[in-house]
C-alpha cells in the first residue's frame, strides 16, 4: 500500500531555519543540513523547505543550501520561495531538489504553471496554497512571509487548485492559515473540499498539535500526507512515535 | 570508475550521484561512448517524459551503445521505462531502447490521485542478488505516472490501483520503477547489491 506522508516543513530564511506564529515573530530552531538529517534519521517521509522570504523580497533561493541537503538527505524533498521562471526551476531541480513548490508567482502569472510542468513534468511541480476562512469562504492569500506584503488575490481557494490542476501541478500543499502554528487541528472540513476536487496528491498543513491531529486528517480528508513544523522543531510530537501511533490507528505508514 | 551514469539531459542526475558518493563508488556523468563501453557498470537516470529522453539518447547516438552492453546496466525511475521496447505516453507510441521485453503504459490509478508519489511497498519478491536483504513490504519512494506491467521478468512488484513492476530483470539489465536513491536505506541496499553483482 502506499504509505501516508509524514512531512516536515521547514522554513528557511537567511540559511538558518525559523518558525513563527501565523507568519509572523519568527524564531531560530536551528541549521539546515542539521534539522534535515535528524528527520531523516526519525523517519520523516519527505522534507519540504520553504525560503519564507523569497517571494516577498523579490529575489529567488539559493540553490547553494539545496546541493548540501541533497548530498546528505536520501528521502525526497522539495523547496519553495520565490520560483518564477524554467531558469529558477531548473537550477534547483539540477541541484538535487526532487520537486519545486510555487505559490505567489504562480497567483501572478498562472501560465507559470502550464510552462515548468512542460519543461520538467508534472511529476516535480507542487503548488502551494496559503488558503484564508474568512467566515464565509475560503480565498486565497498571496506574499504570506510577510504580514506587511500579505495581499488578498481575490481567489476562491477550490477554484484555484482546480485551476492550478488544470494548468499542470502534480501535488498540492494546501496551507490552512486560520489555523497556522496553533496547534489546533486541521481544517478538515477545509481539506476534505479541497481533496475532492483534487485529482493529484493532497498534501494537509497548518495547525498540528498532537498525534490525534495527524490520525484526523489523514483519515477523515484522506490527504496523501501531513506537513507540520512547530510541533517537530520544537518536539511536541516525536515522528517515530507519531507513526507508531498512526500504525497502530490502521494508517498505512512506512515505520 | 566504478559505474558509468548516462548523461540523458534529465534533472536528477546530482542526486544520483550523491547516493554513489555515500556508498563509497566512483562514477562518472558522461555522453562517451567508450566510457560507456569501458565502464564495469552503467546506469540510466531520468525524471520526465520519455519521447524527451529518446531524442536526448538519439542525438548523443548512445542508442546502439546502450543496447550492445553486456555488463550489468540499471535503469531508474524513467530510465526504466527507456530499457523497454516502448513506451505509450498520451496516445502516442515511443520507440524505446529494448534492452527488455515489454511495453510501458499509463499507470491505471482509478479514482487514486495520480501520480503515483510516495512510499510504496514491495511485493512478490524474486530470489536475486540484487535484493539480497530486502524484504516483501519494504518501501521505496515512487514517483511515476507510467509503468511496466508485471512479467515474467519482474523481481519485485507494487500495487497502486494496479500491479506493475516497481523491480525488472532481464539477463544483465536491471529496472527500477522508483528511485533508489531516495528511497533511504532500503535504496541504498539496491544500489549497494548492484555494484557487487559480478559483471
Known sequence: ?255 | MDIAIVDTGCANLASVGFAFDRLGVRFKITRDADEIYAAPRVLIPGVGAAPYAMTTLREAQLVPVLQNLTQPVMGICLGMQLIFDESVEGGETVPCLGMVDGRVEALETGDLPSPHMGWNQLENLVDDPLLDGITAGDYAYFVHSYAAPVSSYTLAGSTYGQAFSAIVRQGNVYGCQFHPERSSATGAKILKNFMEIAA
Open chain 1, 1 to 255: 500500500m502506499l504509505a501516508k506522508r509524514i512531512i516536515p516543513c521547514l522554513d528557511v530564511r537567511g540559511g538558518r531555519v525559523v518558525k513563527g506564529v501565523q507568519f509572523r515573530n519568527h524564531e531560530d530552531v536551528g541549521g539546515i543540513e542539521e534539522l534535515a538529517m535528524r528527520y531523516r534519521d526519525q523517519g520523516a517521509d519527505e522534507l519540504v523547505f520553504y525560503d519564507i522570504t523569497a517571494s516577498t523580497d523579490q529575489r529567488e533561493v539559493s540553490p547553494e543550501w539545496i546541493g548540501r541537503v541533497s548530498k546528505v538527505l536520501d528521502i525526497p524533498f522539495c523547496v519553495a520561495g520565490g520560483i518564477s521562471s524554467v531558469k529558477a526551476a531548473a537550477e534547483r531541480l539540477n541541484a538535487g531538489a526532487d520537486k519545486i513548490s510555487i505559490n505567489s508567482p504562480a497567483l501572478i502569472n498562472p501560465d507559470l504553471v502550464n510552462t515548468l510542468s512542460d519543461a520538467f513534468g508534472r511529476q516535480c511541480i507542487v503548488v502551494g496554497i496559503d488558503s484564508f476562512f474568512d467566515g464565509k469562504n475560503y480565498r486565497v492569500r498571496s506574499h504570506t512571509g510577510d504580514p506587511d506584503k500579505m495581499r488578498e488575490t481575490g481567489r476562491e481557494t477550490l477554484s484555484w487548485i482546480s485551476e492550478v490542476i488544470e494548468r499542470g501541478a502534480g501535488e498540492i500543499v494546501l496551507n490552512c492559515m486560520n489555523q497556522d502554528g496553533m496547534r489546533q487541528g486541521y481544517d478538515i472540513d477545509q481539506l476534505v473540499a479541497a481533496r475532492a476536487v483534487s485529482s493529484v496528491p493532497l498534501i494537509a498543513s497548518g495547525g498540528a498539535g498532537a498525534p490525534e491531529h495527524f490520525k484526523d486528517v489523514l483519515q477523515a480528508a484522506n490527504v496523501d500526507g501531513a506537513l507540520a513544523a512547530s510541533v517537530f522543531h520544537k518536539s511536541v510530537i516525536s515522528i517515530p512515535d507519531l507513526k507508531q501511533y498512526l500504525i497502530k490507528e490502521g494508517l498505512d505508514i512506512r515505520p
